[in-house]
T-cell receptor, first 114, second 112 residues
Framework: DAMVIQNPRYQVTQFGKPVTLSCSQT?????MYWYQQKSSQAPKLLFH???????NEADTPDNFQSRRPNTSFCFLDIRSPGLGDAAMYLC?????????????FGPGTRLTVT | GEDVEQSLFLSVREGDSSVINCTYT??????LYWYKQEPGAGLQLLTY?????DMKQDQRLTVLLNKKDKHLSLRIADTQTGDSAIYFC????????????FGTGTRLTVIP
């Protein structure tokens, strides 16, 4: 089945220690997104790639970076995690050529910062 | 920015219908979506509606859109315990790329 995969599902890192979260997809979608979701809140878009073009949201902290080496993979790098970065991180994909633009989400990675 | 509002909680008895409501402010929204999130999981796309439609039905799900009032609802017929989850509405703005703006989510609890 075509899907969006996130690894790991649970990640524990130390305060200030860089961490990378991974997302891969078999849908062959050209747009990939990273969202941050804190407890009892709506997902908040951090950035997205439209093909190779990176689009950062204005209020995304510089501490968050992303890489997309190819169509299938996208990474979220947190350079110096703080306690406030503990959250669920959701990856999503969509077809940029579709007006409907529906996004398909992975299961998420829950990040704990100690 | 866009505001998408939902009531936080809804409880219904198993077998009854559930109606989850959403209001939004962006009159240029083109598509509106409903997503379901079970505990500890990602978001599952349930259905979506184009802004020039006023109703869409898909099995137990009925979406109603009142564009004049900027009001969207999701009706779940014959609600089951497996429907217990958080439901998010989201809108896609007319301009820009594919950004979605999510509501605050409604936690649906189905009582057996």
């Amino acid at each position: 089945d075509a899907m969006v995969i996130q690894n790991p599902r649970y990640q524990v890192t130390q305060f200030g220690k860089p961490v990378t979260l991974s997302c891969s997809q078999t849908l062959n979608h050209n747009v990939m997104y990273w969202y941050q979701q804190k407890s009892s809140q709506a997902p908040k878009l951090l950035f997205h790639y439209y093909d190779k073009d990176f689009n950062n949201e204005a209020d995304t902290p510089d501490n968050f970076q992303s890489r997309r080496p190819n169509t299938s993979f996208c990474f979220l790098d947190i350079r110096s995690p703080g306690l406030g970065d503990a959250a669920m991180y959701l990856c999503a994909t969509s077809r940029g050529d579709l007006d409907s633009g529906e996004q398909y989400f992975g299961p998420g990675t829950r990040l704990t910062v100690t | 920015g866009e505001d998408v509002e939902q009531s936080l909680f809804l409880s219904v008895r198993e077998g009854d219908s559930s109606v989850i409501n959403c209001t939004y402010t962006d009159s240029s929204s083109t598509y509106l979506y409903w997503y379901k999130q079970e505990p500890g999981a990602g978001l599952q796309l349930l259905t979506y509606i184009f802004s020039n439609m006023d109703m869409k039905q898909d099995q137990r799900l009925t979406v109603l859109l009142n564009k004049k009032d900027k009001h969207l609802s999701l009706r779940i017929a014959d609600t089951q315990t497996g429907d217990s989850a958080i439901y998010f509405c989201a809108e896609k703005e007319k301009t820009g790329a594919n950004n979605l703006f999510f509501g605050t989510g409604t936690r649906l609890t189905v009582i057996p």
